[in-house]
């Protein structure tokens, strides 16, 4: 298999399966060099933050804000749809494609992995999975959450921090733990009435 085939299987919406030396063939070197630049930016120097990013991501929305240390296997497989914003130290596991909704909020420290391995000892050496992560919009994800391969998180929903995602969540839920699980839906009784004045809650 050719580097060019197996790019094309990678950015497929569908899971694979492949054997360690076809996946080393793909070179990861541009989006480390670009990584490395990006983490070692100035806190000002936003515009270079840009360039960098969309370099990385091929051309994604301006409004994408990263807060370094940041990290990913190769970038043109994230796929942003409008703003989001990712705090400090997190990573994607891009070995298939994450879609991440507009209005994404991620906190500290999440790690969202495509990737996998043969579950059989005697295999795990010798092949590795992977499966597409998709991320609704308005979705915010608390700090230290894991998400696993071949997750859906629908739209409006909210990660509990630490959590640990390897089945489907609904849109419009709070769902938290290890493994994440639904705990309620979101209602208008959550709904802050802006208008009063800022109080201690």
């Given at each position: 298999m050719t580097t060019e085939q197996f790019l094309e299987i990678m950015k497929q919406d569908k899971g694979y399966i492949a054997k360690h030396d076809e996946c080393m063939d793909i070179s990861q070197i541009k989006a480390k060099k670009l990584i490395y630049q990006y983490n070692n930016t100035a806190p000002d120097e936003m515009d270079k933050r840009q360039g960098i990013l969309?370099?990385?991501?091929?051309?994604?929305?301006?409004?994408?804000?990263?807060?370094?240390?940041?990290?990913?296997?190769?970038?043109?497989?994230?796929?942003?749809?409008?703003?989001?914003?990712?705090?400090?130290?997190?990573?994607?596991?891009?070995?298939?494609?994450?879609?991440?909704?507009?209005?994404?909020?991620?906190?500290?420290?999440?790690?969202?992995?495509?990737?996998?391995?043969?579950?059989?000892?005697s295999e795990r050496k010798i092949y590795q999975t992977s499966k597409p992560i998709h991320i609704g919009k308005n979705v915010w994800i608390g700090a230290g959450v894991v998400i696993l391969p071949g997750v859906h998180i629908g739209d409006g929903s909210i990660i509990g921090a630490g959590s640990v995602v390897n089945k489907d969540i609904p849109q419009g839920v709070?769902?938290?733990?290890?493994?994440?699980?639904?705990?309620?839906?979101?209602?208008?009784?959550?709904?802050?009435?802006?208008?009063?004045?800022?109080?201690?809650?």
């Open positions: 969309r370099e990385l991501f091929e051309n994604p929305h301006s409004n994408v804000l990263i807060e370094p240390p940041f990290h990913c296997d190769y970038g043109f497989n994230i796929h942003f749809e409008g703003f989001a914003f990712m705090n400090y130290n997190c990573t994607i596991l891009d070995t298939s494609p994450v879609y991440i909704g507009e209005n994404v909020f991620i906190a500290p420290g999440v790690c969202i992995a495509c990737a996998g391995h043969g579950v059989h000892p709070i769902a938290a733990g290890n493994p994440c699980k639904v705990i309620r839906n979101i209602t208008d009784d959550d709904i802050v009435d802006m208008e009063q004045e800022i109080r201690q809650i």
